[in-house]
């Protein structure tokens, strides 16, 4: 069985949209698109670098895979980009569509009608990680249906007020182990959690004394 790790930049109040660049997704009025891009540092960059280290597969929403599709096969070798660019033209792309014959990007494929299920049996296969990257809609129903191992998150600064959020209030309760966590000069917190179980409660109230 593979894992399924969802990567995400976010910020303090779990807004993921449009991180990128000020175009990248202006849905529901959201004009802080690029948010991002000021605390890019080294620290940053290798971060990411050590995400795409491990083979993998892509898992999209149709929006992300859209932006990606637009942007990545156009990547030419002289830039500093190409390793990432290289690695996710490459890459295997499973995508929640409705119109799977419109995937031009290479290796990509549709998840199905029941995108639940689709990613479950992917999970089932040998085969390389499992990586989400943006696609807040389809992270919300893979949390809901706790199909999600590891969070890789990025969380930066700063509070954005309204936006696509990565957490709903569907999402399965889980617990989670802080793996390793370090933070930018730039002030980003990058935090590696791994599932680890159920939700654990407890008191703090002292036990009354029995009579």
Excluded at 58 to 74: E, H, K, M, Q
Excluded at 184 to 190: C, E, R, W
Aim: charged share 15%; with cysteine; aromatic share 10%.
């Amino acid at each position: 069985m593979r894992k399924l790790i969802v990567a995400a930049f976010i910020s303090l109040d779990g807004v993921m949209q449009a991180p990128g660049g000020p175009q990248e997704d202006t849905s529901g009025g959201f004009d802080f698109g690029g948010w991002i891009v000021p605390y890019a540092d080294e620290t940053f960059g290798q971060a990411m670098q050590e995400l795409f280290t491990q083979p993998f597969e892509l898992v999209l929403g149709r929006r992300t895979y859209d932006i990606f599709a637009s942007y990545w096969p156009n990547i030419q070798d002289s830039s500093g980009d190409f390793s990432i660019a290289n690695l996710f033209n490459s890459a295997p792309k499973h995508v929640a569509t409705h119109t799977p014959d419109t995937l031009q990007w290479h290796n990509s494929q549709g998840l199905g009608a029941n995108v639940v299920a689709a990613v479950h049996s992917l999970k089932q296969q040998a085969g390389a990680t499992l990586l989400t990257q943006g696609s807040a809609e389809l992270v919300q129903q893979l949390l809901a249906a706790g199909l999600v191992d590891e969070l890789r998150l990025l969380i930066h600064p700063l509070l954005l007020g309204h936006g696509k959020r990565l957490f709903s209030d569907d999402a399965a309760p889980s617990a989670f182990t802080l793996r390793h966590s370090l933070s930018s000069p730039s002030g980003v917190l990058i935090a590696h959690y791994q599932r680890s179980g159920e939700v654990r409660t407890g008191t703090f109230e002292k036990p009354s004394d029995c009579a």
